[in-house]
C-alpha cells in the first residue's frame, strides 16, 4: 500500500513539474484564454437573469442592445460572405462567356472557310478536263557528253612498328 502511494505522489510530482515548465514557458496563455472565453460565455448567459432578480433593469437593457449589436454584426458579416459569393459568381460567368464568344469567334472562322471552299467549287466544277496522252517517241532524246578526267591519289605509308 505504501509503495503505491509513493508511486502515485512520485507522479504527480513528475506532472506538477511539467506544467510549471509549460506554464513558465508562456504555453498555458492558450489555457487562460480558452477559460476567459468560457467564463464570459457563462456570464453572458447568466448576466441578464441575475440583473433582472437584482433589479438592475437598466443594465439588462444595455446587455440586450450589445447582443442586438452583435446579431447585426453577424447578419452584415453573413451579407459580406454572400456579395463575396456573388461576386465569384459573377467572375466565374464573365470568364464563361469570354470563352464562347472566342468559340463563337473561331466557329464563324471556320464558316468564312468553308464558305470560300465551296465558292471555289463552284467556280471550278463548269471546267472539264480532259486527259492527255503523251506519245514517248514524240519527245526526243537529250545526250550529254563530256571529257574524261583521270585522277591520281598519291600513296602514303604509316609505320605503327615503332610504337
Known amino acids: 500500500m505504501k509503495s503505491m502511494q509513493r508511486w502515485g505522489w512520485l507522479a504527480a510530482g513528475v506532472i506538477a513539474l511539467g506544467l510549471n515548465g509549460i506554464y513558465h514557458d508562456g504555453g498555458a496563455a492558450w489555457g487562460r484564454r480558452n477559460v476567459g472565453q468560457v467564463i464570459e460565455r457563462i456570464e453572458s448567459h447568466t448576466g441578464p437573469v441575475l440583473a433582472l432578480a437584482a433589479g438592475r433593469a437598466d443594465w439588462f437593457l444595455t446587455q440586450a442592445k450589445l ?3 452583435q446579431e447585426q454584426t453577424v447578419s452584415c458579416r453573413a451579407a459580406t460572405s454572400v456579395a ?3 461576386t465569384k459568381m459573377a467572375r466565374t460567368q464573365t470568364g464563361m462567356a469570354r470563352i464562347e464568344a472566342l468559340s463563337a469567334q473561331e466557329e464563324a472562322a471556320l464558316a468564312r472557310i468553308e464558305a470560300n471552299r ?3 467549287e463552284a467556280q471550278v466544277a463548269p471546267a472539264r478536263f480532259e486527259p492527255t496522252v503523251f506519245n514517248p517517241m514524240v519527245c526526243p532524246r537529250v545526250r550529254v557528253r ?5 585522277i591520281s591519289v598519291p600513296v602514303v605509308h604509316v609505320d605503327l612498328g615503332s610504337m
Request: charged content about 20%; cysteine-free; proline content about 7%.
Open 67 to 69: 447582443t442586438a449589436t
Open 84 to 86: 463575396r459569393f456573388q
Open 118 to 120: 465551296a465558292r471555289i
Open 146 to 150: 563530256g571529257p574524261r578526267v583521270q
